[in-house]
């Protein structure tokens, strides 16, 4: 019986019926081409992780990568260095002076 090849669309004889291809050469680019053209999403979780703003914690200089919109830090990585920021250098009296 006779085939048609799907890649280079010679007619071609074929003895054992699961032979799709003329020859070994156009299986591979056959295979090639199937491969490829299969577009895999890549790593969808790093684009959900979309960066909106960087900058670097003006207390302990961490740097702060905000990726959520609801996320309104600006200057702090967290409350408590904001806190520590702005609490005064004179205030850290240390009590126990023993
Ligand atoms: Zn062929
Ligand atoms: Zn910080």
Do not use: G
């Amino acid at each position: 019986m006779s085939k048609i090849c799907p890649v280079c669309h010679t007619i071609f004889k074929v003895r054992n019926n699961h032979h799709t291809y003329c020859c070994s050469h156009c299986r591979k680019i056959h295979h090639k081409t199937v491969y490829y053209d299969k577009k895999r999403p890549e790593h969808k979780h790093v684009q959900n992780a979309k960066i909106i703003r960087m900058f670097y914690c003006h207390k302990c200089k961490k740097q702060v990568l905000v990726t959520d919109e609801k996320d309104r830090r600006k200057k702090f990585c967290s409350p408590r260095c904001e806190k520590l920021y702005w609490k005064h250098p004179r205030q850290k009296i240390i009590k126990n002076t023993i």
